[in-house]
């Protein structure tokens, strides 16, 4: 009788294998593609993957499809992708690679989609954008930013109590305030505020546009920004708007991060030998 029973225990272990190789040969099929590797770094940075675990990435580290980048508070960090395409992240930044995919031979099935969470970024566009550029998208929380060939920055201020207190008195210094029946603050004027030293900018996104041109659009509308334009959305309510002069927008990484780390491979970078530290 003890036989029978070995037997089934010794199929049941066997089954157990093969499901485990089976979920372990899916888990390789679902693996997150390799999009791009971190060039330049100033700092401390760390990527935040969809089931939890968060790496702190080094030089040469590779960066995937669906990583959520962060940089702290000191850290500037460049990511070059697979189309050479490059995103320096300024400190303090959160950034989101959604879903990347480039293939030289198939593009068609070209994909560029980021979000930009807080803080801000310069962006420079590979081979991607420049044969597919409507399949770019850079999402923030007041607009997205498409591009047309384009090297810009983009900048996040978030809403503060500095920022509230300078909107109040704006608005009682302005005469405006004094008649009920006058129109609201406009977002250009809040935009264009001069503040004391040590001010802070409204909150919303601020662009600048290096190169090309890019497309800033929401809800509330859109508008196109030139080489040596500036825009500002502060919202989804609000449309973007042409400002007629640098609102403050500061982006100054080393000098290093301006020297050019050479191309990358077309098909996906080399295999780092770089091994980042995992958090579970």
Known sequence: MSQPK???????????????????AAGAGWAAQVV??????????LSKKADGVVRILS?????????????????????????????TLKPGTTFKVENFSYDAGKPEADNASFSLV???????TGLLGKRNKEKFAMKT??????????????DIVEPSEEAVAARLAYNLASTASLDALAAPVRPLMLA?????PGGVRAPGLYVQVLDG???VTNPSGSSNFSAGQFGYTPSLRTPPVVLPANPGIQFAPPPVFNQSTGPSSSTGP?????????VR
């Not at 791009?36 to 700092?43: A, F, K």
């Not at 264009?192 to 004391?196: F, I, N, R, S």
């Not at 080399?270 to 995992?278: A, R, T």
């Open 6 to 24: 070995n037997s089934l225990v010794v199929r049941a272990l066997l089954n157990g294998l093969l499901l485990l190789a089976l979920c372990g």
């Open 36 to 45: 791009g590797t971190v060039v330049q770094l100033s700092g401390p940075l």
């Open 59 to 87: 030089m040469r580290s590779e960066v995937e499809s669906g990583d959520m980048l962060v940089t702290e508070k000191n850290t500037y960090a460049m990511v070059k992708f697979i189309d050479n395409s490059e995103i």
């Open 118 to 124: 807080k803080g801000g970024l310069r962006s420079v």
């Open 141 to 154: 929380p007041s607009a997205t930013i498409g591009i047309r060939g384009t090297t810009f920055i983009a």
């Open 192 to 196: 264009q505020l001069t503040l004391p």
């Open 213 to 215: 041109l890019i497309h």
């Open 270 to 278: 080399g295999k780092s030998n770089v091994i980042d530290c995992e």
